[in-house]
């Protein structure tokens, strides 16, 4: 296994940023730390890289013992969420940097920086500052320069939060392909559950300084472990005790299978091609539903109808917690 | 390595890092205070400096000449010098040295700590030198009779003048230096951690480069003040002729004597040094740095 976390805690003063946690990152794979902002999952990758240090617990990284070891003897990569790009060097002394602390020789680094610069598509910047670069620029350019040393292990901390929404996107997908070429342990932070559920292998989720679940995308969107991760990773709502997907929920316009609900629609909105419903039932549920245009169409859904809810046959629920008065 | 991207990435423009200053609207206030502004840097600094000027030049280079003509001015002219270099390589290690500590650490007393080194510019310079004398003076101060039987006269001699001149300019550098250091942040240097370097490549390949500026201005501020100090050499130097007398003194010597061509000859080559400083670091300061 190529990083295995143990018994980790970390205290700021009175503040506990992580509760006795432990994860396994598998080799190989791309995996995501989703959580809150405060959560701990930058706190948790800190201390992976070593760039903090864990009250109690320890981290080994590929079966080498790390907790004592120095960042700059973990060989791990380290991408920052505002670049952290060395300000006074050029893109390719950026790149070269790594290299050039272990002294290589000199062609066998000007031979992998141009490699690099190829793979991130920056080789016409080579001789630029990085305030000439954009920054889904300089974010690549960081990319660049902590592959640049074969880390065994590449640690990415919210890389795209600094970037705007179509870049973040362009990006997004871009690191997904890079890790299919490039097979390096990765893991990244990031708030944004669509990012994780996009681009993670595995998914680690992280509240309030604790490990909520762990498992594929798909594992956790259909088999959440508990009402905070079913409502961080996508839309949750609660129909009799049940906490369910919007978009699990089938509705009609008359009672057709046991165990419907009633209620009235008391609010539609078009959005692209959802419609999403609120419907009063009869129990007193504020109840959202999210159907596509067609269905409402054919059921002529509008404001004021009268509906009927089931949950769909195979939809995830989880048992309501006790609502907060 | 093959291509990673689906489709060819839009490449966006480089973005430029200075922004034209929005414009502003002129109105007559704006006029008033362009005026006002000029008119008291004119009065107050502009017109009594271009007198020093015109005054040393009014017969050609003759007073200049006379001046490094006599071998007591040249003493006094290198002993300014070599006074003003020693200050600003101690107050550069110090200060880069203090301005790391106060930005980057906590401990206890960094407040005091902060407050402390704004004494030398809140302090009349007379203070200063009257102070060392206190603690080093020869006969009866408090260090002074032991480093003196170690061979070590500091009082009416070269080191009190070095140590009174590095101490008035002491806050000058670390007030440079301190808010540069706190815009860098340590990110640069924790990626530079995480890439291999030790914390020596990281002082000299991260650190230094990025105050480098912040560095080069606290240089000639250190410079000019450490050159024009006059207060504080006047109590500690004893102003033995040829000896211990820097040129500011003899600026005052001068012009005592009524050899007014002389005192503002001098006072004229102090200025240029620092006004020649301030315009070659203004002149090769690359455009885009604050």
């Known amino acids: 296994m190529s990083i295995d976390v143990s018994g980790l805690n970390k205290k700021f003063g009175d503040f506990v940023a992580l509760d006795d946690v432990n994860v396994t990152i598998p080799t190989g794979q791309l995996t995501a730390l989703l959580g809150p902002s405060g959560g701990g999952k930058s706190t948790l990758l800190r201390i992976i890289a070593g760039l903090e240090k864990a009250d109690t617990g320890s981290v080994t990284i590929e079966g080498v013992e790390a907790t004592h070891l120095p960042a700059q003897k973990r060989n791990v990569g380290f991408v920052f969420q505002h670049y952290a790009v060395f300000k006074h060097m050029t893109v390719a002394k950026n790149v070269a940097f790594g290299l050039e602390i272990r002294k290589r020789p000199k062609d066998e680094i000007e031979h992998r920086v141009e490699e690099l610069l190829k793979l991130v598509h920056l080789s016409q910047f080579a001789h630029r500052l990085p305030s000439q670069l954009s920054g889904g620029q300089r974010q690549r350019m960081a990319l660049a320069r902590a592959l640049a040393v074969e880390p065994s292990v590449l640690l990415l901390d919210e890389p795209f939060g600094a970037l705007d929404a179509k870049v973040r996107k362009e990006l997004r997908d871009w690191l997904r392909r890079l890790h299919d070429d490039v097979h390096v342990t990765t893991v990244f932070v990031t708030h944004d559950q669509e990012e994780a559920l996009e681009v993670a292998d595995e998914i680690v989720v992280i509240n309030e300084g604790r490990v909520e679940q762990v498992g594929t995308p798909d594992q956790l969107y259909d088999e959440p472990a508990n009402d905070f991760v079913m409502s961080f990773l996508g839309e949750v709502t609660h129909l009799g005790g049940v906490s369910l997907r919007p978009h699990d929920l089938e509705i009609d316009s008359s009672p057709q299978l046991a165990g419907s609900v009633e209620g009235t629609v008391s609010r539609l909105v078009r959005i692209g091609f959802e419609v999403r419903l609120t419907v009063l039932t009869v129990d007193g549920d504020e109840v959202s539903v999210v159907v596509t245009r067609a269905h409402a169409r054919a059921h002529r859904i509008e404001e004021g109808s009268t509906v009927w809810l089931t949950p769909a046959a195979g939809a995830s629920v989880v048992p309501r917690m006790a609502a907060a008065v | ?290």
């Open chain 2, 1 to 290: 390595m093959a291509d990673t991207l689906v489709h060819p990435t839009v490449e966006e423009p480089p973005v430029e890092e200075r922004r034209r200053p929005p414009r502003v609207r002129k109105t007559p206030v704006t006029y008033l205070l362009r005026f006002i502004v000029t008119a008291y840097l004119f009065f107050l600094v502009a017109w009594p400096v271009s007198l020093v000027v015109t005054h040393t030049f009014s017969d050609g280079l003759g007073s200049i000449r006379s001046l490094l003509e006599d071998p007591d001015m040249v003493v006094a002219l290198q002993l300014s010098a070599y006074v003003a270099v020693w200050s600003v390589l101690i107050n550069t290690v110090f200060g880069v040295g203090m301005s790391l500590l106060l930005v980057r650490y906590e401990f206890p007393g960094k407040r005091l700590l902060n407050s402390l080194l704004d004494i030398p510019l809140s302090v009349s310079p007379i203070v200063v030198g009257l102070a060392l004398v206190l603690v080093y003076g020869g006969r009866n101060g408090w260090l002074g009779p032991t480093l003196a039987g170690w061979g070590l006269d500091v009082i009416f001699s070269t080191p009190g003048i070095i140590m009174a001149t590095t101490f008035v300019a002491l806050p000058l550098m670390i007030r440079e230096l301190v808010p540069v250091l706190e815009e860098i942040g340590i990110e640069q240097e924790q990626a530079a951690e995480s890439l291999g370097a030790n914390g020596l490549q990281r002082f000299w390949r991260i650190t230094l480069p990025s105050i480098k500026w912040g560095i080069t201005y606290g240089v000639v501020l250190t410079l000019a003040r450490s050159l024009g100090e006059f207060g504080a050499v006047k109590v500690v130097s004893g102003n033995v002729l040829g000896q211990t007398r820097t040129a500011t003194l003899a600026v005052e010597e001068k012009y005592l004597n009524f050899d007014q061509q002389g005192a503002y000859a001098t006072a004229f080559l102090l200025a240029m040094v620092s006004v020649a400083c301030i315009v070659v670091v203004a002149i090769i300061r690359p455009k885009n740095h604050p």
